[in-house]
């Protein structure tokens, strides 16, 4: 008899979807997929510059910013978007520390 490869579960968000694929033991998968009602869209710039980053959309409400410039302040901009359209921006402002890290969470408003 044949043993079957077990495969680990994955979860992805992609074009503003979540998906996820479940291996079950008798080795059928389950696979769901949904978009959420409210997703954030998000853009940041380095504190002073004129143009905004190209946003992104994202279901996740808060998170820390890696890879920036050491010891900057940057401007964040986060906008609600549904089926009618982006909402009003709130707008955040961090400085990194030595590493290039936010060093903290930026929660994002709630709707």
Excluded: C
Excluded at 39 to 56: C, K, N
Excluded at 80 to 97: L, M, N, Q, V, Y
């Amino acid at each position: 008899m044949a043993r079957q490869q077990h495969r680990n579960p994955e979860i992805k968000w992609e074009d503003n979807e979540w998906s996820i694929t479940l291996p079950l033991e008798d080795g059928r998968i389950l696979n769901a997929s949904w978009k959420p009602g409210i997703t954030y869209v998000v853009r940041i710039r380095e504190a002073g510059e004129p143009d905004w980053s190209f946003g992104f959309a994202t279901p996740i409400t808060s998170f820390t910013f890696v890879d920036l410039k050491p010891q900057t302040e940057y401007e964040l901009q986060v906008r609600t978007k549904s089926a009618a359209g982006e909402g009003d921006p709130a707008f955040f402002s961090i400085r990194t520390g030595p590493t290039g890290d936010s060093g903290n969470v930026v929660p994002f408003p709630r709707h």
